[in-house]
């Protein structure tokens, strides 16, 4: 990119040598983490100087703590004249707008420092009264923001950091003309932090209107599942993801498994199957209301739930430690979808699996997930699972297309096997030699 850089900074193997304050280093340490993760480890001294940073680095690296504790840091170092705030966070979704929150008051708890939210779905009157007040730091979704800064709500003339979190999905999700409006009322000089697992043309084309020559950390491949998450996929017919789902979950190694629907209205129909045969299951989707999504993710996280069904509203806004597997029901319509997904699991170097059900209808996105990734992914066959077990769901069956059949369930030959692929799922990559 024009005007970036990007780094290769050596590891950095421990939090004491970045340079950041005693009380932040403090915190650091009650909350566990014991050394910096790579994205850590090259941005944070960046930050601390006071550049502008592209951040592109694969979900459930560190990238949040990446901005959040040099940026506490900085605000530390700094008393201002008066109470305004002095970081904004913009973030695709409620959920990582919380979740940001709870790790920076995790990060600040040491520090006299005053941390808010703005998102929809709540009363706004706390709301307000935070941006009135000037709490140093504002985590926000840019609707309600900007609804509420253009009833001159919110003082940010001392604004001094800006971070753009999740850019390439606010992207997806229509935010971009909010952000420019938003945009439009911050101070010119400040640093500007924007972080990214992909980077549109768009993105591309924003970082040089609101950056001043910014350095780009990429960590590891762009786009691409982390090495940690153990992936596969299982070919079904439409009508028996149902029961395979049941059936997996009869092993209790998937022990806090988050399963994704591409419809509200499916993710409601699933976890009321699992519940009715005795699978404790909570949903998220955009019926629910805030509070509901709260409990649901709370039950989630203390293990009173078993397993989370959601829409990729959740694909970037959970952040619970140990979620043992990922479940695509629905096979995800974009290759990033899926990254975004399985990134669930196999977070901050610790291991997980990613299970994906493909119907024939699914082929070709099958096809272009693997061109996307650059590699086939292992097909799998459930052990004692009945392909001839009727319909679950009690929905009408489909009627298929003419030799459109249930396909296969052998895992497909590896790339540089020369034999004549048996899989009728099996990816154009492999069969580049």
Same mark, same amino acid.
């Given at each position: ?7 290769? %900074? ?27 993760? !790579? ?6 001294p960046h930050l601390l100087a006071g550049t ?8 459930? *690296? ?14 530390t170092d700094h008393t201002p004249e008066r109470?305004?705030? /002095? ?34 779905? @709540? ?6 009264? &935070? ?9 926000? *979704? ?16 001392? #604004?001094?950091? #800006? @971070?753009?979190?999740? &850019? ?43 950056? /001043? ?18 992936? /596969? ?12 789902? &049941? ?7 998937? %022990?806090?498994? #988050?399963?994704? $629907? ?11 199957? #699992? ?13 629910? $209301? ?36 990922? @479940? ?66 009690? &929905? ?7 030799? %459109? ?12 096997? !020369? ?10 990559? $492999?069969?580049?030699?």
């Amino acid at each position: 990119m024009e005007g970036a850089l990007k780094l290769a %900074s050596p590891p950095v193997t421990s939090f004491e040598t970045l340079g950041l304050h005693p009380l932040i280093l403090r915190a650091v340490r009650e909350v566990g983490y014991t050394e910096p993760t !790579p994205i850590q480890s090259a941005a944070i001294p960046h930050l601390l100087a006071g550049t502008d940073i592209i951040g592109i680095a694969q979900t459930g *690296t560190g990238k949040t703590a990446a901005f959040t504790l040099p940026m506490l840091n900085r605000l530390t170092d700094h008393t201002p004249e008066r109470r305004s705030t /002095r970081a904004l966070i913009l973030a695709p979704t409620r959920e990582l707008v919380i979740q940001i929150q709870e790790n920076i008051v995790a990060y600040a708890r040491h520090l006299p420092l005053r941390v808010a939210t703005v998102i929809g779905g @709540v009363s706004e009157s706390p709301q307000i009264d &935070a941006l009135r007040q000037g709490a140093d730091i504002i985590i926000a *979704t840019p609707g309600r923001l900007l609804d509420l800064m253009a009833r001159r709500h919110g003082d940010f003339s001392g #604004l001094k950091f #800006l @971070v753009l979190d999740e &850019a390439d999905r606010m992207l997806d999700m229509g935010f971009l003309p909010a952000i420019r409006d938003i945009l439009r009322s911050l101070p010119v000089q400040r640093q500007t932090l924007l972080f990214s697992a992909t980077l549109p043309r768009e993105i591309e084309v924003l970082t040089r209107q609101i950056q /001043r020559t910014p350095k780009t950390i990429q960590i590891g491949r762009r786009a691409n599942p982390a090495e940690t998450v153990t992936q /596969r996929i299982y070919e079904i017919p439409r009508h028996l993801k149902l029961n395979l789902l &049941a059936h997996l979950l009869q092993d209790q190694k998937l %022990s806090t498994v #988050l399963v994704f $629907s591409r419809t509200k209205h499916g993710a409601d129909r699933v976890a009321k199957k #699992l519940d009715q045969i005795g699978i404790r299951t909570a949903t998220i989707h955009a019926n629910r $209301s805030q509070n509901q999504r709260q409990r649901a993710l709370s039950d989630f996280k203390s293990g009173d739930v078993r397993v989370l069904v959601a829409t990729d509203i959740a694909a970037r806004g959970i952040d619970v430690e140990g979620i043992s597997h990922v @479940v695509n029901f629905d096979f995800p319509p974009h290759c990033e979808d899926y990254v975004h997904r399985i990134g669930r699991t196999g977070r901050a170097q610790s291991t997980g699996d990613a299970f994906s059900f493909a119907t024939p209808e699914d082929k070709e996105a099958v096809w272009a997930l693997e061109r996307f990734i650059g590699r086939s992914i292992p097909r799998g066959k459930a052990d004692g699972f009945n392909y001839s077990a009727p319909d679950m769901t009690g &929905a009408p069956q489909r009627p298929q297309r003419p030799g %459109s059949g249930a396909a296969p369930t052998r895992p497909s030959p590896p790339r540089n096997n !020369p034999g004549r692929p048996q899989n009728r799922f099996k990816s154009p990559v $492999s069969r580049r030699r």
